[in-house]
């Protein structure tokens, strides 16, 4: 079969649809490169056992056990999760509407970066398709022109012809080499970000109200203390503590 010797053949100087041809080798180069930084980024960023880590992590807030729970985060390196949710645990003193900002600011800091260059590969595939549709245009152009090129014999006329079938054939068939790779890659990245985009919204949550949770517990026990040391009247709600004494409203604590 001469089908390799042939397309290698079709990069040659020589070769009507050669500047096509480099054209889509540089691009192909260009889009393996950029599939080898994000894969290697996007494999450092999600972690194998974001369930465990989260559980972990919940069990030292449950503790009290803050220091603990950062020391984990340092420890997962370039895990997106433990980025975005170390800064909350460094907020953890300053009440849950702060820590559920710090979070936000972290993943909106981060999701940027999961995402950066990957739509490339969308880029890159419309335009091998679009650059080998374009060969076949100029190698249709070509064929034709030798058939109504007068002064030339038939089998002058049958070798131009070829030729410009060949080039138009070869550079539509390069263009979709480089072209299905680059798409069908692109959504198998866009479906990794967004898994990890999924679990720092959804364990960042569960880390928000475990803070929330706690200084709450907190809080009702400081009321609770008061409540047996002087004898106070304590009614609480879901959003607040009410403190009363001689069945009087004292002071009402929202939570």
């Known amino acids: 079969m001469d089908f390799l010797p042939k397309f290698f053949h079709s990069f040659s100087t020589s070769e009507p649809g050669w500047v096509f041809m480099w054209v889509l080798l540089g691009v192909a180069v260009f889009m393996v490169a950029i599939i080898i930084e994000r894969l290697i980024y996007l494999i450092s960023r999600s972690g194998s056992r974001t369930e465990l880590f989260m559980r972990e992590i919940l069990g030292h807030v449950k503790k009290d056990d803050i220091p603990a729970a950062q020391a984990m985060c340092s420890k997962a390196g370039n895990m997106a999760l433990a980025q975005v949710i170390k800064p909350g645990l460094e907020a953890s003193g300053r009440g849950a509407d702060y820590v559920r900002n710090t979070i936000d600011e972290a993943t909106l800091r981060i999701i940027p970066l999961l995402e ?21 245009i100029y190698g249709l152009i070509l064929s034709f022109a030798a058939v109504g090129r007068p002064g030339i014999d038939a089998a002058e006329k049958s070798t131009l012809l070829a030729q410009g079938i060949s080039a138009a054939m070869f ?40 803070l929330a949770e706690k200084s709450y517990k907190v809080r009702k026990f400081h009321i609770s203390a008061a409540q047996l040391k002087e ?14 004494t001689d069945n009087k409203l004292i002071k009402e604590i929202a939570v």
């Open 116 to 136: 950066k260059r990957t739509n490339y590969l969308a880029t890159i595939g419309n335009v091998a398709t679009l650059l080998g549709l374009m060969g076949t």
């Open 171 to 210: 550079t539509t068939l390069t263009g979709l080499l480089v072209a299905i790779p680059a798409i069908v890659i692109f959504s198998l990245f866009k479906s990794k970000t967004q898994k990890i985009i999924d679990d720092i919204d959804e364990h960042s949550l569960r880390l928000v109200n475990a």
């Open 231 to 244: 004898g106070i009247g304590l009614h609480v709600t879901n959003d607040s503590i009410k403190v009363f």
